[in-house]
């Protein structure tokens, strides 16, 4: 599903025109990316929690010899809920 569809199927279910759904889509983008950037968890019960990780800086070897030097670097993590597990799982 990409984010017209997604749109679509918000303004199907929600009853709202597709310009709100756009609209309250982008604003959830934007705050959940934002809290996490500061450093946040976002959770969202019953869907999940989404986190940042940071990562070390660390070596690592190729298969040539060559070693190359990994920076520290953050990801973003996503620990799905039980609901959803269950859900997915039917």
């Not at 999940?48 to 070693?67: A, F, I, N």
Request: zero cysteines; a positive charge; hydrophobic letters at 40%.
């Amino acid at each position: 599903m990409n984010k017209e569809e997604l749109i679509d199927a918000i303004a199907a279910r929600s009853k709202l025109t597709k310009a709100d759904s756009r609209k309250a889509l982008d604003s959830m983008i934007v705050v959940v990316s934002n809290s996490l950037r500061r450093g946040y968890a976002v959770d969202l019960p019953g869907f999940g929690r989404l986190e940042v990780h940071q990562h070390k800086t660390r070596s690592w070897r190729s298969r040539s010899g060559k070693t190359i030097i990994i920076p520290a670097h953050k990801t973003v993590f996503f620990h799905p809920g039980v609901d959803l597990k269950e859900m997915i799982n039917e």
